[in-house]
């Protein structure tokens, strides 16, 4: 399966990466890098990950990574990758 990101969680994950450097650009940097491994991973096993908590579609799937969500929809060849949150609301 092929994996996309939306716009939104490129400018979500462009957030998260900025605070995360202000501390740190190394933890930053290992930030990004394993979040890139997990989910390169979800398209081995799509369905692996708990079902949306917020949308009743089984084709919704929330990767918890860290202490943040990412929240993704499979389609027929494609993840698309929706966004990325942690503690704030987040709405589809």
């Given at each position: 399966?092929?994996?996309?990101?939306?716009?939104?969680?490129?400018?979500?994950?462009?957030?998260?990466?900025?605070f995360i450097a202000l501390d740190s650009i190394?933890?930053?940097?290992?930030f990004k890098n394993e979040l890139k491994k997990s989910i390169e991973n979800i398209s081995s096993m799509p369905y692996k990950n708990r079902k949306?908590?917020?949308i009743n579609d089984d084709?919704?799937?929330?990767l918890i990574f860290k202490t943040y969500v990412v929240p993704y929809k499979i389609e027929q060849n494609e993840i698309w990758i929706l966004g990325i949150f942690n503690q704030n609301l987040w709405e589809l």
């Open positions: 399966m092929i994996i996309k990101y939306s716009d939104r969680f490129e400018g979500e994950f462009f957030e998260v990466y900025t190394d933890m930053a940097l290992k949306s908590t917020k084709n919704i799937r929330e």
